[in-house]
Nanobody
Framework: QVRLVETGGGLVQAGGSLRLSCTAS????????MAWYRQAPGKQREWIAT???????AYTDSVKGRTTISRDNAKNTVSLRMNSLKPEDTAVYYC????????WGQGTQVTVSS
């Protein structure tokens, strides 16, 4: 059973930065595209960024230009660097495959104060 573990969240002031990391135990990302998602209070989980096995990335408009997703296939990790954080970025952040999802991890809480 694959277990996803997200780390790196915390409380940060608006305009600050965070780097989130995700590792998988019990399995590998393989050649699948990996993604970060987030779920804000009272809202559905949303996709925010993807990186495929070749390193090609895509972002939702709300984070584009201030977010970088990356992966290390050898270490089986995927990271998310977010700059210029806004209060509306407050959410629990999750990683997973883009398709053929693993069981969801616990996520990591990001809280941005104004």
């Amino acid at each position: 059973q694959v277990r996803l573990v997200e780390t790196g969240g915390g409380l940060v002031q608006a305009g600050g930065s965070l780097r989130l990391s995700c590792t998988a135990s019990g399995g590998t990302f393989g050649a699948h595209a990996m993604a970060w998602y987030r779920q804000a209070p009272g809202k559905q989980r949303e996709w925010i960024a993807t990186v495929n096995s070749g390193g090609t990335t895509a972002y939702t408009d709300s984070v584009k230009g201030r977010t970088t997703i990356s992966r290390d296939n050898a270490k089986n990790t995927v990271s998310l660097r977010m700059n210029s954080l806004k209060p509306e970025d407050t959410a629990v952040y999750y990683c997973n495959r883009l398709s053929f999802l693993f069981p969801w991890g616990q996520g990591t809480q990001v809280t941005v104060s104004s």
